[in-house]
């Protein structure tokens, strides 16, 4: 299985930037499909954005669509979150998460997550 480890986090200013990288170990990064969610305090964890194994399938939450694109980096064993024109409500813990498949916004359907990076928008 698959293990994850995201980094990037931080604080930034409304309307800023910041890219966020999740470090996958294990064997067979390639066969998995990959997704960001992300948690802000007192709510549930939402889905942010997925990617296939081959780059050819791409979804984004509404939220973010246009402002955020992932992208991976499969020689690398590496997946990225660039975040763009960062508003106050993106705070939260931003997780990666794998899976076998095809791509999916459900967070049921990741059995693979990694601890978490707090991303802190401020005005």
């Known amino acids: 299985q698959v293990q994850l480890l995201e980094s990037g986090g931080g604080l930034a200013q409304a309307g800023g930037s910041l890219t966020l990288s999740c470090a996958a170990s294990?064997?067979?990064?390639?066969?998995?499909?990959l997704g960001w969610f992300r948690q802000a305090p007192g709510k549930d964890r939402d889905f942010v954005a997925t990617?296939?194994?081959?780059?050819?399938?791409?979804n984004y939450a509404d939220t973010v669509k246009g402002r955020f694109t992932i992208s991976r980096d499969n020689a690398k064993n590496m997946v990225y979150l660039q975040m763009d024109s960062l508003k106050l409500e993106d705070t939260a813990v931003y997780y990666c998460?794998?899976?076998?498949?095809?791509?999916?916004?459900?967070?049921?359907?990741?059995?693979?997550w990694g601890q978490g990076t707090q991303v802190t928008v401020s005005s």
């Open positions: 998460a794998a899976k076998g498949g095809i791509t999916s916004s459900l967070e049921e359907a990741y059995d693979a």
């Open positions: 294990g064997r067979s990064f390639r066969d998995y499909v």
């Open positions: 990617i296939s194994n081959s780059r050819a399938f791409i």
